[in-house]
């Protein structure tokens, strides 16, 4: 998976509850992504960065927020998880935007 | 790795023969075209793309053919594999300062053995 990891995994949370994803990569790529990928909509923008510091909002980015203090770890945190943000989170990094590569995943069930 | 129950519609095709996945595109003013290949539990993988300003691709076992025209992408794949059956996403860019993509709906493409 091109030196990038998730963690956690899988997560269940409650409704109401802060939750943070961490995308981890040893690359050094500028760009890091934010996707969730749900039944009937492939995969949507949720937030991305183009730098340390330097983030923007996707699509999708109403109840989520990130932040990237370092090259390497993009933070993706919802703030009151709700149930319509369970989902399968991906993160990606690359240094041409069209050439992603992808983490493994994470599930999240909020319930 | 994690997997996603999409509910896609499927291209079903026997081993050995040549695959055709279709994509519309969305946006004339897009400048790169990609197609992704996400196999189950994991993340997309890039495939091949293609620039605005050609019509043609070849990669190992794939084609990309664009056609502006009709705003239509294709992505050929040659003596199809068992190890190709997979959900096959298009993607469009367009750049400018901080471009993204934006991703199609998958179509999953099952090789029978």
Known sequence: DAG?????????????????????QTENHRYMYWYRQDPGHGLRLIHY???????DKGEVSDGY?????KTEDFLLTLESATSSQTSVYFCAISD???EQYFGPGTRLTVT | G??????????????????????????????YFIWYKQESGKGPQFIIDIRSN??????????????????HLSLQIA???????????CAEEYTGANSKLTFGKGITLSVRP
């Open chain 1, 49 to 55: 960065s183009y730098g340390v510091k330097d983030t």
């Open chain 2, 54 to 71: 050609m019509d043609k691709r070849q990669g190992q076992r794939v084609t990309v053919l664009l056609n502006k025209t009709v705003k």
């Open chain 1, 96 to 98: 041409t935007s069209y």
């Open chain 2, 79 to 89: 003596a199809t594999q068992p190890g190709d059956s997979a959900v096959y996403f």
């Open chain 1, 4 to 24: 990038i990891t998730q963690s956690p995994r899988h997560k269940v949370t409650e409704t109401g509850t802060p939750v943070t994803l961490r995308c981890h």
């Open chain 1, 65 to 69: 927020s990130v932040s990237r203090s």
């Open chain 2, 2 to 31: 994690e997997s996603v129950g999409l509910h896609l519609p499927t291209l079903s095709v026997q081993e050995g023969d040549n695959s055709i996945i279709n994509c519309a595109y969305s946006n004339s003013a897009s400048d």
